[in-house]
């Protein structure tokens, strides 16, 4: 079993909809969390991190629930620009192990 | 801050030929990772540095990989002899290091090994 699982996806999302997605985790042990964004042929670029209450950064929103091992992100009023592979990213038992998970594709469409 | 820096973008070479990977870290950053990104693997890390020591090298995948960090603002990975299965892209991030704290990439190196 992999350590951070994604749906694949693709998400197809029409401009102004709303969509949402999780990753799951096995390490229980997980301390810390964060969504990068990846566009093709392009490095991962952080999006947010994702903190224990939630929280949320204009369109985006995270949420982490620690009792079923996931984290979510929720993306409002979707824009063509989201189009992109989003990156769930766990770190495992010691800082500096960033687990990454397969990566979620968003597909906008106007 | 230039970010993280690395080089070259794209490499073309033949199998059993030396590849030499690379990066600068962002001026602070105590820790440097670097990753391998493949359509059916997605991001492997390989190995990571903090204060220019290697913590964590299971990920290199066989012999012929090696990692230095002579100092704090310049890491290579070499590739020796490369073979075709090599082909990635590679991508070197950095890190003030701590709980919470977020990694930041280089724009990454297209290796074609033919």
């Known amino acids: 079993r992999k350590e951070v699982e994604q749906d694949p996806g693709p998400f197809n999302v029409p401009e102004g909809a709303t969509v949402a997605f999780n990753c799951t985790y096995s390490n229980s042990a997980s301390q810390s969390f964060f969504w990068y964004r990846q566009d093709c042929r392009k490095e991962p670029k952080l999006l947010m991190s994702?903190?224990?209450s939630g929280n949320e950064d204009g369109r985006f929103t995270a949420q982490l629930n620690r009792a079923s091992q996931y984290i979510s992100l929720l993306i409002r009023d979707s824009k063509l620009s989201d189009s992109a592979t989003y990156l769930c990213?766990?770190?495992?038992?010691?800082?500096?192990?960033?687990?990454f998970g397969a990566g979620t594709q968003v597909v906008v469409t106007p | 801050d230039a970010g993280v820096i690395q080089s070259p973008r794209h490499e073309v070479t033949e199998m059993g030929q030396e590849v030499t990977l690379r990066c600068k870290p962002i001026?602070?950053?105590?820790?440097l990772f670097w990753y391998r990104q493949t359509m059916m693997r997605g991001l492997e890390l390989l190995i990571y540095?903090?204060?220019?020591?290697?913590?964590?090298d299971s990920g290199m995948p066989e012999d012929r990989f090696s990692a230095k960090m002579p100092n704090a603002s310049f890491s290579t990975l070499k590739i020796q002899p490369s073979e075709p299965r090599d082909s990635a892209v590679y991508f070197c991030?950095?890190?003030?290091?701590?709980?919470?704290?977020?990694?930041?990439f280089g724009s990454g190196t297209q290796l074609s090994v033919l």
């Open positions: 990213v766990v770190n495992a038992d010691s800082w500096g192990k960033f687990q």
């Open positions: 994702v903190y224990s």
């Open positions: 001026s602070g950053h105590d820790y």
């Open positions: 540095f903090n204060n220019n020591v290697p913590i964590d």
């Open positions: 991030a950095s890190s003030l290091g701590g709980q919470g704290e977020k990694l930041l």
